[in-house]
């Protein structure tokens, strides 16, 4: 099973330059920086999130994907954040912005500052024989456009290195060429946009990630097929319920194409409980259905778990994917439930 997975690797390297090449997590909901680079600077704080991903355990050399993300507000004066159904939210201490906390004038949008936001996402994914490498600084620019909404637009810029594992192929001909290569890697640059809008109940945002095409091969002479990075298409869009005093729930799609892929969408759900403990589950169009949960604790850390049951072909030879996440909250004084944890 090892040597069919890899050599199924192999065949399929130069096409997944025209295909889906960018880390695929089911939690993206608990970090929605993970899809567009203009949720950076959403939070009041400084947050820091980190995932693991065992796709189609069970499957030799199956593709594992780790992550580390980090982002903040610059120059955020407000302390608008969604109401909340628990009627938990603290009011700021010694705070000269205390008018900007509720505002109960119909215009507000001059009373809240535009703020920008600066962050880090560091990915790993390695499938087989192939590993790649991202690392991106991100930034994101938010501005009011009514007394709760914001528009925010975004940016993640960086490098992806593309890797081969000598350990993990075997090479039918030994005269190929990159038997004897002393690197296998290959460094392009990689450019990510998006925009966002959002308020106290809804969120809405499109992004573009590997906008710039960047070739690259392992091989010195050129290829039959290509390869090179393929821009992917992102929109999510999500809306939370007050259910009751203790109940809030949030239903949320994520629609993905990369050509010459077909386009898939997840239907996703949340179900929030006392803003502790939450539950959920997703489809994913022809791949999977997920289940997962989490808590957080005082709104300082946050703990997430789903587990993909895959519907495709695969589960023959699969038991499934897990995923975990963990975050933390870091410089929260006010203690507040941010927008981006409904998402």
């Known amino acids: 099973m090892k040597k069919n997975f890899l050599l199924v690797c192999l065949v399929l390297a130069s096409y997944l330059g025209w295909a889906q090449q960018i880390p695929h997590y089911s939690n993206y909901m608990l970090n929605p920086l993970l899809l567009n680079p203009a949720v950076t600077g959403v939070d ?67 009373q809240i500052p535009a703020n920008h936001g600066l962050g880090l996402l560091v990915q790993v994914d390695q499938a087989g024989g192939m590993k790649r490498t ?12 009514t007394g709760t909404m914001k528009l925010a637009a975004g940016v993640a810029a960086g490098i992806t290195q593309y890797g081969l594992n000598r350990d993990q192929i075997s090479f039918i001909d030994p005269s190929d060429p990159v038997v004897n ?53 992102y929109g999510h869009a999500g809306y939370r319920i007050i259910i009751s005093r203790d109940v809030n729930f949030i239903p949320s799609v994520v629609v993905k194409y990369a050509d010459p892929t077909a386009l898939s969408f997840d239907v996703n759900a949340k179900l929030y409980l006392r803003q502790f403990l939450w539950l959920g589950g997703s ?45 933390l909250t870091l410089f929260n ?11």
């Open 181 to 233: 290569e002393e690197s296998y890697h290959r460094i392009r640059p990689n450019l990510s946009v998006g925009l966002v809008a959002y308020d106290t109940r809804f969120f809405a945002g499109v992004s573009f990630a590997q906008v710039l095409p960047a070739p690259y091969t392992f091989r010195t002479s050129d290829p039959e097929v290509p390869a090179q990075q393929q821009r992917h298409f």
């Open 283 to 327: 489809y994913r169009h022809n791949d999977a259905v997920t289940a997962s949960a989490g808590f957080h604790w005082k709104n300082k850390m946050h703990l997430g778990y789903a587990y993909d049951l895959t519907t495709s072909a695969l589960n023959t030879v699969s038991t499934g994917s897990h995923e975990i996440m963990l975050g």
């Open 134 to 145: 991202d690392v991106q600084a991100t930034y994101a620019y938010h501005l009011p456009v």
């Open 44 to 110: 009041n704080y400084l947050d820091l999130r980190t995932g693991y991903r065992n796709q189609w355990s069970g499957l030799e050399g199956a593709p594992e994907s780790f992550y580390l993300s980090a982002h903040m507000p610059i120059a955020r004066l407000d302390y608008v954040n969604p109401p909340s159904s628990y009627h938990q939210q603290p009011q700021p201490k010694r705070s000269k912005y205390l008018n900007n906390w509720r505002p109960f004038h119909r215009n507000t949008t001059q």
């Open 333 to 343: 004084k006010q203690g507040v439930f941010s927008k981006s944890q409904y998402w």
